[in-house]
């Protein structure tokens, strides 16, 4: 074969490109699970949740989630001022045990189930000094133990306050989106064990998934929208005095 | 002559760039783990370390996939939608290995998580005063709890 010098020129570009899909193989890490198929996220069904922590106990079983620490965490609001500016908020031990019965019956209550949004452009992925935390090729907020220094600057990037230091490892720890549940074709652990529904897992590149028909169809919000994060923990029927 | 030497010490320089270059890229093989950058700046290979964590939670497909009769009273009642783990808990050792026992669930603690009336509770959801309702008797003396609704399913169905 003969290749006159312009001919090189044009091809080598051309190799380099190639070569890197030679070098990168294929992007797996369970035998049938391509994580270019999907970009996942959760719905919360805010008119479902009934405060019974099932979600916070699972997580805890789940993830070996140390005392006093949660990735995910249930708040119940009371709201009984007409401009909505003053809500009570509590969460006692994150609601994993339930939440004090309510007798009165003044004002409006409603639970808000958290976890981390798993932003598609995450604030706290960004000031990651080291490249230990990172948005996963399907779209998942992870932290790489291994890596991380435990400088904390997530912690503090993060507007939804939902990472913290382990307090043995001393790395950045955080939900995970059970990704050794979801990469095996699993739900979560909190939505597993979710009685009412109200938290379901959801694949965005999944055209059957029921979640396009109900963005579709309900008034569904994320949390701190203005921060532009692009998170994808989508509140069916949020308030508007949750922050 | 002096040609010669005034390139000489660009030579030295050139020579001295090099081989810190050399260090520098071998220092940074052998720091740089071999799978940072595959797919930005992070480690590959911490996705498949995560996707290893152990299992705690089996999922409702391995319960009923044994547990068939279960399912068909639990298919039809009330609690249709609630997963087993929901009130089992995490069950993935009972489902690698039946014979590890699963334990048994408390009504008197799991009923009232869900239905102890409470005004914070969304109306629709169904809530009962336990006091009041069933006065210390075990709810599931009277409820089953696969298929709560009285008289739905058999006496003596729950297992």
């Known amino acids: 074969m003969n290749l006159s010098r312009r001919q090189i020129l044009v091809l080598l570009p051309a190799a380099a490109v190639a070569w890197k899909y030679v070098l990168a193989d294929s992007p797996q890490s369970a035998p049938n699970y391509n994580m270019s198929d999907h970009w996942w996220g959760m719905l919360i069904d805010i008119p479902k949740c009934i405060g019974c922590g099932n979600c916070v106990r699972a997580c805890k079983a789940e993830n070996d989630v140390p005392d006093g620490f949660f990735r995910t965490w249930v708040e119940r609001y009371h709201v009984t001022d007409g401009n909505m500016t003053n809500p009570e908020v509590i969460s006692p031990d994150g609601g994993k045990e339930g939440f004090p019965a309510v007798t009165e019956d003044a004002g409006k209550y409603f639970y808000v189930p958290k976890l981390c949004n798993h932003c598609a452009d995450s604030p706290c992925t960004q000031v990651c000094p080291v490249g230990a935390t990172f948005v996963s090729p399907d779209g998942v907020v992870l932290v790489d133990p291994k890596y991380c220094l435990g400088c904390a600057y997530c912690v503090q990037a993060c507007p939804y306050g939902c990472r913290y230091i382990h307090p043995e490892k001393k790395v950045a720890d955080k939900c995970t989106l059970c990704y050794h549940r979801i990469t095996k074709g699993l739900t979560t652990a909190c939505c597993e064990s979710c009685p009412t529904g109200a938290r379901q897992l959801v694949d965005l590149k999944n055209p059957k998934d029921p979640i396009h028909a109900f963005l579709k169809t309900h008034s569904v919000q994320v949390l701190k929208p203005q921060m532009a994060t692009g998170a994808k923990v989508y509140y069916n029927d949020l308030d508007g005095s949750v922050r | ?159």
């Not at chain 2, 090099?18 to 480690?43: E, M, N, Q, T």
């Not at chain 2, 068909?72 to 290995?97: I, L, R, W, Y």
Request: charged share 15%; proline share 8%; net charge positive.
């Open chain 2, 1 to 159: 002559m002096n040609g010669f030497r005034d390139y000489a010490h660009l030579l030295r320089f050139a020579a001295l760039f090099v081989i810190a270059f050399l260090i520098f890229w071998a220092i940074r093989g052998f720091v740089v783990p071999p799978s940072f950058g595959k797919y930005g700046h992070y480690r590959a290979a911490a996705l498949s370390e995560i996707a290893a964590h152990p299992l705690h939670h089996a999922g409702h497909a391995a319960c009923e996939s044994c547990h068939t009769d279960i399912q068909s009273t639990k298919a039809s009642g009330k609690h249709a939608s609630v997963n087993c783990e929901a009130c089992h808990g995490p069950q993935a050792q009972h489902a690698a290995d039946p014979s590890i026992d699963p334990g048994k669930p408390d009504t008197a603690v799991l009923c009232a998580r869900c239905h102890a009336v409470s005004a914070a509770r969304p109306r629709s959801f169904p809530q009962v005063n336990i006091a009041d309702h069933s006065s210390g008797v075990p709810c599931q003396t009277c409820h089953q709890p696969h298929s709560p609704e009285i008289g739905a399913t058999p006496a003596g169905g729950a297992k």
